[in-house]
């Protein structure tokens, strides 16, 4: 059977979508005027749409998985606390994400899901995706993070090296 964008895209995205835990997510900032909630929904919305057309790729572990590939608990930017580099955002926030998704979406989490979550920062994470879904997310996440990458103290910041004042 032919999978329709729109309808099943809904159909399987509506409950992260509604949750009140995911929509406070439209507060957090995720870079420069973007917040997490849209950028999440771009992602998501990229990488279902490029492979609804492929059978052989799980595009409802796709939907769901870059919906909550940033699901980490608090807006990055506002974290003040000092830590050592491998404790920054940019490091641990894949696993907050994974942890977060099974405390509010236990049951939307499958192997693919959540290896697209915990994956999804390769290479800074060194471990690489383990399925072809979890690869997809990667790179629709660098392509929706493009801006960035083209600022080079947001990466500094991301990493942790660079504090916000600064920049
Ligand atoms: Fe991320
Ligand atoms: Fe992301």
Request: with cysteine.
């Amino acid at each position: 059977m032919k999978k329709e964008y729109n309808k099943d895209y809904e159909k399987i995205v509506y409950e992260i979508i509604i949750h009140e835990e995911f929509q406070k997510r439209k507060t957090y900032e995720h870079h420069g005027d973007i917040s997490v909630y849209k950028h999440s929904l771009k992602v998501s919305k990229l990488a279902y749409k490029i492979t609804i057309k492929f059978k052989f790729i799980d595009s409802e572990s796709i939907a769901i998985g870059g919906l909550l590939h940033d699901f980490y608990y608090e807006p990055w930017k506002e974290n003040k606390k000092k830590t050592s580099i491998l404790k920054k955002h940019g490091f641990i926030h894949a696993q907050e994400a994974l942890d977060n998704s099974n405390t509010y979406f236990p049951h939307l989490i499958n192997k693919k899901v959540e290896n697209i979550i915990l994956r999804h920062m390769f290479p800074l994470n060194i471990v690489p995706p383990k399925y072809i879904e979890s690869w997809i997310i990667s790179f629709c996440d660098k392509i929706v993070s493009i801006e960035v990458f083209l600022k080079p103290k947001e990466i500094l910041m991301l990493l942790g090296i660079k504090k916000k004042k600064e920049w």
